[in-house]
Nanobody, 119 residues
Framework: QVQVAESGGGSVQAGGSLRLSCSIS????????MGWFRQSPGKDREFVGS????????YYGEHAKGRFSLSRNRALNTLFLQMNNLNPEDTAVYYC????????????WGQGTQVIVSS
């Protein structure tokens, strides 16, 4: 069974930075993409960014452009989300997800990691 696990969340003051990690463990599987999403209380889940695993192409939500960046360590099967210049509106639970080959959408999700940004 494949599992996705996030880490790196925490509390930070506005203007600060955090780096989230997403690791995949379990049986070997082929993925199309990995991505980050976030959800705040009372709001819909929001796309943060994603990476096509084959070529490393990245895509970002409008709120993330210029502040957040994705990177990976293929040997460790890990995706990173570097978040800079954080503001209170970035407070949310951040989820990592993977889209396996043949899946129509992201089909493997982690439990989420909390990010709190104080003003």
């Amino acid at each position: 069974q494949v599992q996705v696990a996030e880490s790196g969340g925490g509390s930070v003051q506005a203007g600060g930075s955090l780096r989230l990690s997403c690791s995949i463990s379990g049986r070997t599987f082929s993925r199309v993409a990995m991505g980050w999403f976030r959800q705040s209380p009372g709001k819909d889940r929001e796309f943060v960014g994603s990476m096509r695993w084959a070529n490393g192409d990245t895509y970002y939500g409008e709120h993330a452009k210029g502040r957040f960046s994705l990177s990976r360590n293929r040997a460790l099967n890990t995706l990173f989300l570097q978040m800079n210049n954080l503001n209170p509106e970035d407070t949310a639970v951040y989820y990592c997800a993977a889209q396996s080959v043949g899946a129509r959408d992201y089909n493997i999700w982690g439990q989420g990691t909390q990010v709190i940004v104080s003003s």
